[in-house]
């Protein structure tokens, strides 16, 4: 089955995981399985609203065509679970495909309980059967710390044995991680706070608004250095940040992280929960992108969200993070360009993969409206910027629609746009996912203007159905 199924709607993305209809939100569990990766997803399987939590499933064998796949993961009634399988992990547990979830009963209180689930036919790479433990391996945060968010484990291996991270806010409005071991998948031992918002570094980069840290994920760099992501919660979702450091050994048994440097992981204002996946030469990163339009048109369109096209996640010398788009997304272009010149104008397709390069000041305009607003993407070398002015397409978020400034030495910018998705690749020092919906006057045009500049963009070609 193909990735997604027909949509008359021309915002809907196309070449981005999704499922053909309704609601998804975080991506989970990002998982390497017999050379073939797999994406799980919070899902709402009957609305293009966020209720009724499930595991969604698709899988892909170069990370570009993508499979649908029953739903993975289903709330058992009575279980721990009941009231949602919320966001996790998938992690290989001697040989076993094993997920490491969110469970909420229909006592929900805020509080989460951490879930197991396993595959059923290891052997089979479509891991399309699943069964859950019947009871939770950790049914809430330690008695002894003021907890009143717990979420979203987050299993990684360091110094020889296995780990679980959890997301955490306290009832004084810290924001935490908490860290387990986890060596054994059944038996949790609570190690202690690995970091928490009142981290000098921490603060520093993040502010006080958030209250919670959710979804916590850690990769490690051939540097040695670790790279803890989070995304900001204050009451409901904010923003996405990262932390570069060191994991050390703390006390008995515990870790801790010291934190070098950090900031935002996604400069846009339509990105957050994202999830890495550490595969042994790199770590792929995945994000949800939710809708920025009122529900009266998601629910006509019937269909709510999208993931990200998959990054490549590591870091600078000086700690910053680099992202690039996975080099497997090249696979969707057309064997030839539709433009390869310096500026022109060109019509634009719905979905296109775009790269600009420029030596002085140059605007690209990508879409006019019928009143003569631009969204364009201006290049500033001289002053090191890169802006996304969408000003004209107004957002129903409460953020609004101002100019989004990246200031990175970058002369060159990549745009993948997919339907309504933008994501914006500032050379490899930052990114832009923003939701950009065209109306039926807007023209979708490519323009131009400055005194040196190179422009290459492909079409992607439509998965072909298996």
């Known amino acids: 089955m193909s990735l997604t199924a027909h949509s008359t709607d021309p915002n809907a993305p196309r070449f981005r995981v999704r499922p053909p209809a309704n609601w998804i939100n975080d991506p989970n569990g990002p998982f390497r399985w017999r050379d073939r990766h797999h994406l799980f997803y919070q899902h709402n399987p009957d609305a293009p609203v966020h209720a009724n939590v499930h595991w969604g499933h698709a899988s892909s064998h170069d990370l570009v065509h993508w499979e649908h796949h029953p739903i993975a993961l289903t709330p058992t009634p009575g279980g721990p679970d009941e009231a949602g399988c919320w966001s996790g992990c998938v992690v290989d547990d001697d040989g076993v495909p094993t997920a490491v979830y969110t469970g909420v009963d229909r006592h929900h209180i805020g509080l989460g309980s951490i879930c197991l689930a396993r595959a059923l036919m290891p052997e089979d790479e479509t891991l399309t059967d699943w069964r859950p433990v019947p009871k939770p391996v950790v049914t809430g945060p330690p008695a002894d710390l003021d907890v009143v968010m717990f979420r979203d484990p987050f299993v990684f291996r360091s110094g020889g044995r296995r780990w679980a991270l959890v997301g955490a806010g306290h009832a004084d409005g810290t924001p935490s991680v908490l860290v387990y071991d986890c060596?054994?998948?059944?038996?949790?031992?609570f190690a202690g706070v690995l970091l928490d918002g009142n981290?000098?570094?921490?603060?520093?980069?993040?502010?006080?608004?958030?209250?919670?840290?959710e979804c916590p994920q850690l990769f490690g760099t051939a540097g040695g250095e670790w790279v803890l992501v989070v995304s900001l919660w204050d009451g409901d979702p904010c923003d996405t940040g990262y932390l570069t450091g060191r994991l050390r050994p703390y006390g008995d048994d515990e870790l801790r992280f010291e934190a070098r440097t950090g900031g935002r992981l996604d400069h846009g204002r339509d990105f957050y929960a994202p999830a890495v996946l550490q595969e042994p030469e790199r770590a792929l990163m995945w994000g949800w992108s939710w809708e920025a339009r009122e529900q009266s048109e998601v629910d006509h369109a019937g269909w709510a969200?999208?993931?990200t096209a998959p990054r490549v996640v590591d870091v600078h010398a000086d700690g910053s993070l680099r992202v690039v788009p996975a080099p497997e997304l090249e696979l969707l272009r057309a064997d030839e360009p539709f433009v390869a010149a310096p500026g022109r104008h060109a019509p634009l397709p719905e979905s296109y993969d775009l790269t600009v390069t420029a030596s002085g000041?140059?605007?690209?305009?990508?879409?006019?409206?019928?009143?003569g607003a631009e969204?364009?993407?201006v290049l500033d070398p001289d002053a090191g910027t890169v802006t996304l002015d969408r000003s004209g397409w107004p957002r129903s978020r409460t953020e609004g629609s101002a100019p989004i400034v990246v200031r990175a030495p970058a002369p060159e910018v990549r745009i993948l746009v997919d339907g309504s998705l933008l994501e914006l690749f500032v050379g490899d020092r930052a990114t832009v996912t923003e939701r950009v919906y065209r109306r039926p006057?807007?023209?979708?045009?490519?323009?131009?203007?400055?005194?040196?500049?190179?422009?290459t963009g492909w079409e992607p070609v439509p998965p072909t159905p298996d």
Do not use: Q, Y
């Not at 000041?361 to 009143?371: D, E």
């Not at 323009?447 to 040196?452: D, I, L, N, T, Y």
């Open 183 to 189: 060596d054994d998948l059944a038996d949790w031992r």
């Open 361 to 371: 000041r140059t605007t690209v305009s990508l879409l006019r409206s019928a009143s």
């Open 375 to 377: 969204l364009t993407v």
């Open 199 to 213: 981290d000098p570094v921490a603060a520093d980069v993040f502010g006080d608004k958030a209250v919670g840290w």
């Open 441 to 455: 006057d807007d023209v979708p045009e490519l323009v131009v203007r400055g005194a040196a500049a190179t422009v």
């Open 305 to 307: 969200g999208v993931l």
